[in-house]
Nanobody, 117 residues
Framework: QVQLVESGGGLVQPGGSLRLSCAAS????????MGWYRQAPGKQRELVAT???????YHADSVKGRFTIARDNAKNTVYLQMNSLKPEDTAVYYC???????????WGRGTLVTVSS
């Protein structure tokens, strides 16, 4: 089992920045990749960014150049640095952990990001 706890969400003005954190615990050695997804009101959950255990990253086109995923292996934590935030970035952001590169096996409870003036 893997437990994931997100933090760092909140209210920010357009153009502002936030950093989300996802702390993993439990059977962390089974994790092959971790990622951030988001779900806006009335929309499906969408992939934002992923990072593998070797450090390879992927960012969705909608956030490329603005968001950066990173990890601190010593702290078992994955981060999502979000810059130049837009109102359309408003969503609940979820952290996921993938054990076999076949999709996320574990999810956190999510953290709300609201971009509004």
């Amino acid at each position: 089992q893997v437990q994931l706890v997100e933090s760092g969400g909140g209210l920010v003005q357009p153009g502002g920045s936030l950093r989300l954190s996802c702390a993993a615990s439990g059977n962390i050695f089974s994790i092959k990749a971790m990622g951030w997804y988001r779900q806006a009101p009335g929309k499906q959950r969408e992939l934002v960014a992923t990072i593998t255990s070797s450090g390879s990253t992927y960012h969705a086109d909608s956030v490329k150049g603005r968001f950066t995923i990173a990890r601190d292996n010593a702290k078992n934590t994955v981060y999502l640095q979000m810059n130049s935030l837009k109102p359309e970035d408003t969503a609940v952001y979820y952290c996921g952990a993938d054990q076999d590169f076949a999709g996320m096996d574990y999810w956190g409870r999510g953290t709300l990001v609201t971009v509004s003036s």
